[in-house]
């Protein structure tokens, strides 16, 4: 296992002090060493991520798929290039650069008022005395807020407008889920961060539980025909269980992608109501035609398209001026 | 190699004081947790939990424990400096990131690198005297030796301040170079060296009101101090250059180098002056050099990040004499 860590280390150490850090250091970036030192291991880690679903995910989704291959197959292109950028940490990079220094200052002025985040700690001594329990735990309540995080993004008229695109796809593979638009992963990180140092999750954690949960939401969103049974099916989200809160609305079910928001455990949706299991298979995608023209677009045309259509949602003159 | 290690532990941790003279303490800060090393060994013994993002350690004035700062749970464990057991959590010291008791014991400042202040308590009891809030990063802490002073590199600002103690008021705030961290009053009492991790090389200031007097050349990232003997010749940890200077600061020039990859940050000498231990902040690492031979002879494997180096002492230390300051200087470890 040492030997593992060493070789990971020593590359991450190796392209950081040949190649970023220097860089750092030249434009007088130093307050950013530590964090860029992290930030080359979150472009590794996302290598790794994208082998994973490239070679691991996508030889289920060939050997056994939910839907055939059909025309829409050349939709997923766009999908993949948006696991690249995310994944290569590039939208991530613009994102942290933007969250940062706002959760800074928003911390900065929590304690001018005098006011220091309880940490979970505080409540629960013994998990300062265990790692694992500790991590365990953190990831449950990180996946709790994803959960209320995603019931908003569905419940907000102008956040569905940002959410609507990752929900556009006809096509729903292993590639799907970092189809978002820049604002609304901004919108997203910016939550999960501020609600991470109020409980205090360690930053080093933090990218382990977003590596995890990252993939296995990749995992959810995967084309393949896998059943995990009563208990698996309950304990850690699938694709099919995903797959249905993607479904294609129709007259019979207009609310059908209200329903399993769950990140990573089923467990929120079961417990709040949410949850749906049956076996149906439905076509996924958008009933709006005008979200659904998503689909014949690039990023750089959907990021446009999307804005514009979460500015009318959000300000309701622009949206009667176009009306009218 | 599994008997070595179960005699390892049972050696450094069967309450010996010559085992425990023998231990290293070193903080992850990155995973939450303290390693404790055999110096003879070389090998990590075990490894303790602890708060959220641990930096530094510093001694209490009476010699008796060692204070561990969370930055992230806004506490500050106590260690028994003999045996290793914990003593006690020291609650509300928020964003402890370095921190020191000044010479004459009397206070205790901690420096919030990650809020923008820098507290300032009465020693006795940890009552917190004076919060100044200061843009910048504060960074590292340095003491005069009249206790009436406390100096803070802000690293973000380029800026070096001086705040009286007894009023906990701002004295000055100047420029002295890029990325000013880590900083040392020097025995006279009359110059500050600082360490210009933005730049190569490190500054000499006047501490009466921060003037620049002179600078001196040592590597890409100069970070952070460790004095040899009597402080006449001070170790610089340079983390971008990868090396490890030694400085005369009688005649301030670089008397020797070493190379010291993945980052090298805190640094300790073994109780015999024999060695150098250097945490590899990005090896997850820490190098053991011998100092007379100026060459690395060890890099042993410990948690993610480790930053703070701390030699345990032995039984027969008794309590600190003389000053015991910020967590980067020498009385720490007498």
């Known amino acids: ?324 | 190699m599994r008997k070595l290690v179960f005699a390892a532990i049972a050696l450094a941790m069967g309450a010996g004081e010559a085992a425990r003279a023998d231990a290293v303490l070193v903080l992850n800060s990155d995973e939450a947790s303290y390693s404790i090393l055999s110096r003879s060994s070389r090998i990590e013994l075990a490894r303790y939990p602890v708060g959220r993002e641990p930096h530094h350690v510093i001694v209490t004035p009476d010699g008796k424990e060692m204070l561990i700062g969370s930055t992230v749970t806004n506490e500050l464990l106590g260690l028994d400096i003999k045996t290793g057991e914990r003593t006690r959590v020291v609650k509300d010291v928020i964003d402890p990131y370095h921190m020191g008791f000044s010479p004459n014991g009397k206070w205790f400042v901690t420096a919030a690198y990650r809020l923008d202040h820098v507290d300032i308590f009465h020693a006795d009891g940890y009552r917190l005297a004076g919060r100044i809030f200061i843009d910048g990063l504060p960074s590292h802490i340095a003491f005069d030796a009249e206790s009436k002073t406390v100096f803070v590199t802000l690293q973000q600002s380029g800026r070096l301040a001086a705040f009286d103690l007894q009023t906990q008021t701002l004295k000055w705030n100047v420029p002295v170079g890029n990325a000013p961290a880590g900083i040392v009053m020097l025995p006279d009492n009359k110059r500050l060296l600082v360490a210009l991790t933005g730049e190569d090389g490190i500054v000499v200031v006047d501490p009466k009101d921060g003037g620049v007097q002179s600078t001196l050349q040592t590597g890409k990232g100069a970070h952070n101090f460790w004095p040899q003997g009597d402080g006449r010749l001070y170790f610089l940890s340079n983390r971008v250059e990868g090396t490890i200077s030694l400085i005369d600061t009688t005649e301030m020039k670089v008397v020797g180098n070493v190379r010291v990859p993945g980052g090298p940050d805190c640094m300790a000498i073994t109780p015999d002056g024999k060695e150098l231990w250097v945490t590899q902040r990005f090896l997850r690492r820490v190098a053991v050099i011998d100092i007379e031979q100026l060459r690395v002879v060890a890099s042993i494997p410990v948690g993610k990040s480790p930053h703070g180096v701390f030699m345990l002492q032995s039984g027969a230390a008794g309590p600190a004499r003389g000053p015991v300051r910020a967590a980067s200087t020498a009385e720490d470890q007498k």
């Open chain 1, 1 to 324: 296992m040492r030997d593992l860590i060493d070789i990971w280390v020593g590359l991450q150490t190796w392209i950081f002090e040949t190649a970023v850090g220097p860089v750092l250091f030249e434009f007088g970036l130093m307050a950013w060493y530590e964090p860029g030192y992290n930030a080359v291991e979150f472009v590794m880690l996302g290598v790794v991520q994208i082998v994973v679903i490239a070679v691991g995910m996508r030889f289920f989704e060939r050997r056994w798929p939910l839907e055939k291959s059909g025309k829409d197959d050349r939709l997923i292109l766009v999908d993949q290039i948006y696991t690249l950028l995310n994944k290569l940490g590039i939208v991530p990079l613009a994102i942290f650069v933007v969250t940062y220094p706002l959760v800074q200052e928003i911390e900065l002025a929590v304690r001018a008022w005098g006011f220091a985040p309880p940490r979970l700690e505080r409540i629960l001594p013994w998990l300062g005395d265990n790692a694992l329990a500790s991590f365990l735990l953190y990831f449950v309540l990180y996946d709790f807020a994803a959960y209320w995080l995603h019931r908003a993004q569905h419940a907000f008229p102008w956040w569905w407008a940002l959410h609507s695109l990752h929900h556009s796809q006809r096509r729903m593979t292993v590639w799907t889920d970092d189809r978002n638009h820049v604002v609304d992963d901004l919108l997203i990180t910016l939550a999960l961060v501020l609600f991470s140092q109020l409980v205090g999750v360690q930053p080093g954690e933090y990218v382990i539980i977003l590596m995890i949960g990252r993939l296995v939401e990749s995992w959810s969103h995967a084309n393949v025909d896998m059943n995990f049974g009563w208990l698996g099916n309950r304990l850690l989200v699938g694709p099919r269980f995903h797959r249905l809160h993607h479904a294609l609305a129709s007259p019979e079910e207009r609310h059908i992608q209200d329903h399993n928001f769950a990140p990573v455990f089923p467990i929120w949706d079961i417990l709040f109501g949410t949850a749906i299991y049956d076996t149906r298979n439905r076509p996924t995608g958008v009933a709006d035609p005008a979200v659904d023209n998503d689909n014949d677009r690039g990023w750089i045309a959907q990021q446009i398209t999307v804005f514009w259509r979460f500015a009318r949602a959000l300000t309701p003159k622009i949206r009667r001026a176009t009306a009218l």
